[in-house]
């Protein structure tokens, strides 16, 4: 069946520091890829997707480029703050009434 | 506008009590979703509803009833849970059931059974 792994957390960083965080994929068929973010106490945001290979989804100064052939969808951003710390997950759906299936999480904290 | 509400916030309940959980959206989206959420783990899909009918349900036990009154509401009915229930269950709707389309969540429930 489909999965997603991302890198396990929790990653720690300071200010204004360059965040990557790992995310690859298995998949029968050509699914939409997609970076949520959940901030302490609440429900998860969309943060950006990619439904096509070559696809860079962008927000926030977040991005991540969907690579068909390394079947990977990695997140970056060039300066985080503080305001960034949360839980990351990477997600994948396949064409049709298809469940979403969720990578772990990856928990990023920022320090000033 | 993205949101979808859900109410209450928190929840607290004896394991012999019967309470609802509401979602609501405005977005014209014709699927919604109920997931549950444990600590430190991502979110487990539990329903899914498409044009107001029940499009899949993952083996949910039968003290979780959804509901979909109509289009723009989703509600989860419960009776008699048991503490392992205790979780953030969230709602989410998309505008359809296809790949491509984004769902987007609520802020959650969160539940605790005593």
């Known amino acids: 069946g489909d999965s997603v792994t991302q890198m396990e957390g929790p990653v720690t960083l300071s200010e204004e520091a360059f965040l990557t965080i790992n995310c690859t994929y298995t998949?029968?068929?050509?699914?939409?890829l997609f970076w949520y973010v959940q901030y302490p106490g609440e429900g998860l945001q969309l943060l950006l997707k990619?439904?096509?290979?070559?696809d860079k989804g962008s927000n926030k100064g977040f991005e991540a480029t969907y690579r068909k052939e390394t079947t990977s969808f990695h997140l970056e951003k060039g300066s985080v703050q503080v305001s960034d710390s949360a839980v990351y997950f990477c997600a994948l759906r396949e064409l049709g009434n298809t469940p979403l299936v969720f990578g772990k999480g990856t928990r990023l904290s920022v320090i000033a | 506008d993205t949101e979808v509400t859900q109410t209450p916030k928190h929840l607290v309940m004896g394991m012999t009590n019967k309470k609802s959980l509401k979602c609501e959206q405005h977005?014209?989206?014709?699927?919604m979703y109920w997931y549950k959420q444990k600590a430190k783990k991502p979110p487990e899909l539990m329903f899914v509803y498409s044009y107001e009918k029940l499009s899949i349900n993952e083996s949910v036990p039968s003290r979780f009833s959804p509901e979909c009154p109509n289009s723009s509401l989703l509600n989860l009915h419960l009776h008699a849970l048991q503490p392992e229930d205790s979780a953030l269950y969230l709602c989410?709707?998309?505008?359809?059931?296809?790949?491509?389309?984004?769902?987007?969540f609520g802020p959650g429930t969160r539940l605790t059974v005593l």
């Open positions: 989410a709707s998309s505008l359809g059931l296809a790949g491509t389309d984004t769902q987007y």
């Open positions: 998949a029968t068929g050509y699914p939409s």
């Open positions: 977005m014209g989206h014709r699927a």
């Open positions: 990619a439904t096509k290979a070559d």
